[in-house]
C-alpha cells in the first residue's frame, strides 16, 4: 500500500491495493438528523462522537471511491447530485463543495473515461450524482434527466431496483426516481442478483440490512484488502456493532454484519472507507478498549 504524500486532502487521496489504484472522491457534504443516525443510541452518548448543529443535525460528507484497474474506471456511488432546488439544499444543508466532477478532473478521470457505476444503494445522497438535467426543451419547460458517465454500465441490485423503483410508504422519501431512471431509458443498467466480481478482485458484497440489498466493494490485490461499507457503517461513529441508524430496515441485521466485518477488518488489517465520515473516512481499524476507532492512512 502506498500513500502519496502531497495527496493528503482525502478527496484526492491515492490508496495502491496491490494492482488497483482506489481514490476516495468528494461530492461535498449534507447534514441529516443526528437521532435518525443513530437510532436508538441516546444523544448524551452519540454527540461525544460527533456533534450536531442547532437543529440537530451532523455534518456528513459525500465520499464515492474510483477504483482503477488496467482497463476498468469504476466509480462506486456518485453522490447527493445537483438536481436539487433551494428548499430541498437548505433542509439537508447541502455543501456544494467540492463536486463530484471537480473531483473526478482531479484524479484525472473524465465522466466518458468511466467504464463502470455500481452503487451501494440508490437513495438519493448515493445516486444522485448519476444523472444530471439535460437541456430544457424551452426556457418555460424543465429537461429531463440524464446520464452523467453516458459510457459506463450501471450495476444495481435487482432487489434494490425493485424497491427504489415501486418503495413502501417508511423508504419513498429516500428514492428520487430522476436519480435512476434514465439509466434504464438509456439501456445503461445491468441489474445483478449478489455477489459479483466486476474484474478480477474487485466484487461487490450483498451487505443487506439498511436496504433489502444494500452492497458494499471489496478490492482485494497484492496481499492486502480495501472495503467500502456504504451505509452499513457510514462514520468512524458507526464501527461498534450497537450503533445503527434509525434508517436501516434491519437494524439486528446491520449489528450481525457489523460484528463480524469490523472484527475481520482489525484481525487482517484492511483499509476501510466510509462514506459519510466527516473526518478522514479512510484508514485501518483498531480496537481503543471497548469501542473500535479509526485509524486514519498517513497518521
Excluded at 433489502?212 to 478490492?219: D, I, K, N, S, T
Aim: aromatic share 6%; net charge neutral.
Amino acid at each position: 500500500m502506498g500513500v502519496a504524500p502531497r495527496e493528503r486532502s482525502i478527496e484526492y487521496l491515492r490508496v495502491k491495493i496491490g494492482d488497483v489504484e482506489v481514490i476516495p472522491l468528494s461530492d461535498g457534504a449534507f447534514r441529516l438528523d443526528g437521532g435518525a443516525m443513530f437510532g436508538i443510541v441516546p444523544k448524551p452518548a452519540w454527540e461525544k462522537r460527533i456533534s450536531a448543529d442547532a437543529q440537530n443535525r451532523i455534518r456528513l460528507a459525500l465520499r464515492p471511491i474510483l477504483v482503477r484497474t488496467r482497463g476498468t474506471c469504476l466509480l462506486m456511488d456518485t453522490g447527493i447530485g445537483e438536481k436539487h432546488d433551494a428548499r430541498f439544499g437548505e433542509l439537508y444543508g447541502i455543501e456544494s463543495a467540492p463536486r463530484l466532477a471537480a473531483s473526478l478532473a482531479g484524479a484525472g478521470v473524465r465522466p466518458e473515461d468511466v467504464t463502470h457505476v455500481t452503487f451501494t444503494h440508490l437513495h438519493f445522497d448515493h445516486a444522485g450524482g448519476a444523472t444530471r438535467w439535460g437541456r430544457a426543451p424551452a426556457p418555460d419547460r424543465p429537461g429531463e434527466a440524464v446520464p452523467v458517465f453516458p459510457r459506463a454500465r450501471h450495476l444495481v441490485q435487482k432487489q434494490e431496483w425493485e424497491a427504489a423503483t415501486a418503495p413502501d410508504p417508511r423508504s419513498r422519501g429516500s428514492y428520487r426516481t430522476m436519480d435512476f431512471e434514465p439509466l434504464a431509458r438509456a439501456g445503461l443498467l445491468d441489474l445483478v442478483d449478489g455477489d459479483v466480481e466486476i474484474v478480477p478482485g474487485v466484487r461487490l458484497r450483498v451487505t443487506s440490512g439498511h436496504t433489502r440489498a444494500h452492497q458494499g466493494l471489496e478490492v482485494k490485490s497484492g496481499g492486502e484488502t480495501a472495503f467500502y461499507f456504504g451505509d452499513l457503517i457510514p462514520t468512524a461513529a458507526h464501527l461498534d456493532a450497537p450503533w445503527v441508524m434509525g434508517y436501516d430496515l434491519d437494524p439486528a441485521n446491520v449489528s450481525r454484519l457489523k460484528e463480524r466485518l469490523v472484527a475481520q477488518a482489525e484481525a487482517e488489517r484492511w483499509i476501510v472507507i466510509l462514506d459519510h465520515d466527516p473526518g478522514a473516512g479512510c484508514g485501518r481499524v483498531r480496537r481503543d478498549g471497548r469501542r473500535y476507532v479509526l485509524e486514519p492512512l498517513g497518521a
